[in-house]
């Protein structure tokens, strides 16, 4: 039983805080990966879709300075890395408009 919760595992291993914590991220590290690989794909292969959606743009720029602002804010350095990638996104919209 899961303490306090009154919930029964059955042939599960008790969760643990490091099991929970590496599940989140793998997951958000998914989520990201597939962001940017589509946003690679997209590019790539049509941009004329890129440039007729005027949203994709600020959104993409908006994402990926949201994920820089998390990982200044509560991780250490190393994952800042994601500022290249809202300098590339803003750079490419700036020179494209």
């Given amino acids: 039983m899961v303490e306090g919760t009154g919930i029964r595992l059955?042939?599960?291993p008790t969760p643990s805080m490091w099991r929970v914590w590496l599940g989140i991220n793998i997951t958000h590290g998914l989520g990201i990966f597939t962001f940017g690989l589509l946003c690679l794909l997209i590019a790539t292969h049509d941009f004329k879709l890129v440039e007729g959606i005027d949203a994709i743009r600020p959104l993409?720029?908006?994402f990926s300075a949201a994920l820089l602002a998390v990982?200044?804010?509560f991780f250490f350095y190393g994952p800042a890395i994601t500022g290249?990638?809202?300098a590339c996104f803003t750079v490419a919209t700036v020179?494209?408009?």
């Fill in 95 to 97: 020179v494209s408009a």
């Fill in 84 to 86: 290249i990638a809202t």
């Fill in 10 to 12: 059955v042939g599960k």
């Fill in 71 to 73: 990982s200044l804010r």
């Fill in 60 to 62: 993409t720029i908006a």
